[in-house]
């Protein structure tokens, strides 16, 4: 007989995150490197001891929204905060899966987390499958039924890609009359800014977070960005009192901090400056048994041209114990590792593990 849980529990699981073994370097989540500032920290931590825990928060963090709004440059009645960007997937998900009229349609490859959500709810959805060198096709949505809703990740997680403004233009243009749901998780580390298109497309929404930019991954916040029928509609779909008095309070911090100095931008630039260079020196030690993707976000993607070289890495990454994101078994991703960038002596790391895997698959002759 089978039993309850096995009877409903067979789908994939969201997510499953496991360490298996010590890390010096955890390269793997995507993470800033660095912590914020001590000086910010400082002041969050003496705010948060004036907050009443007795009180529940603000219902939708209103005054977080506000904040973020004079952030983005939109209006306050655009943007809707939660905790973490993936909260919004999630709603929309399941929103549009309930009722959807035309196509529920997500890029591939792209950020795991919308197939498996899928996957694991029963939501019907078709793929918009990126080219051979993992680029976006336009001519992919030709056809795309009006009502439909695609879900795009840009820059794309994991393969570093971008949709180019221009191109995503077009796409709103042809189809009118379907929603386009864009997560920017990394448009930091790029120079796009597709924020003037919410402006004169009413079928475009934003999704944007704290955890990669801001550095405040631990804090789980994101918003949501479009414009304000859209927004008021969305909003109808939401809880109450998701963010904690301490998520609100620190992330409104985070924001002040952020208008008053350069912290975020230079951190951004420390992050590309070592992609760059990390993503050079590994093209020029080995090019023959690896492929290394260009990247605007801040990892990058290696692709082993066999099994055993796939496995060298993975194995050279234990032995120097960073954690690193293997994508072997995810779709279109056969023989990727995912590498975030980190701090330059964490990158340096990794670039030994790179050469030992280098150097141990160069003495054998390959099979795929």
């Not at 221009?166 to 920017?184: C, K, T």
Request: charged share 20%; with cysteine; glycine share 6%.
């Amino acid at each position: 007989m089978t039993s309850f849980v096995d009877a409903y529990f067979q789908r994939t699981a969201p997510h499953a995150l496991k360490r298996s073994y010590p890390m010096v370097a955890g390269l793997h989540l995507n993470e800033m490197p660095r912590d914020i500032p001590a000086e910010l920290k400082a002041r969050i931590l003496l705010r948060l001891r004036q907050v009443p825990l007795n009180r529940y928060p603000e219902p939708f963090a209103d005054s977080l929204a506000a904040k973020l709004a004079g952030w983005y440059g939109c209006n306050h009645n655009q943007i809707l905060v939660g905790p973490g960007s993936s909260s919004f997937i999630r709603l929309l998900l399941t929103f549009f899966g309930l009722h959807m009229q035309g196509k529920l349609v997500i890029t591939r490859p792209s950020f795991a987390y919308y197939e498996q959500f899928c996957l694991a709810f029963g939501i019907d959805y078709d793929t918009w499958e990126l080219t051979n060198d993992f680029q976006y096709d336009p001519g992919g949505l030709n056809g795309l039924p009006d009502y439909s809703v695609v879900f795009l990740t840009t820059p794309n997680n994991p393969t570093g890609n971008v949709l180019a403004v221009p191109q995503l233009e077009r796409l709103l243009n042809e189809h009118a009359r379907s929603l386009f749901l864009v997560d920017e998780a990394y448009v930091e580390f790029t120079s796009q800014n597709t924020l003037p298109l919410v402006e004169t497309h009413d079928n475009l929404i934003l999704l944007r977070t704290f955890s990669k930019a801001f550095g405040a991954a631990g804090l789980r916040c994101g918003a949501l960005i479009g414009q304000a029928a859209t927004i008021e509609a969305v909003g109808g779909l939401q809880t109450p009192w998701q963010l904690s008095p301490y998520t609100i309070e620190a992330a409104k911090m985070i924001v002040d901090y952020a208008r008053s100095t350069n912290w975020i931008a230079e951190r951004v630039q420390e992050v590309v400056t070592e992609r760059e260079k990390l993503f050079e020196r590994c093209c020029n030690l080995a090019t023959t048994h690896f492929a290394i993707y260009p990247s605007h976000g801040n990892f990058l993607l290696f692709q082993g041209s066999s099994a055993e070289a796939h496995l060298a890495l993975l194995a050279a990454c234990a032995d120097h114990h960073i954690r690193v994101e293997d994508l072997n078994k995810k779709p279109r991703l056969a023989r990727c590792i995912r590498v975030t960038i980190g701090r330059p002596e964490e990158n340096e790391l990794f670039e030994h593990a790179f050469a030992a895997a280098f150097t141990q698959v160069a003495r054998k002759p390959a099979t795929k």
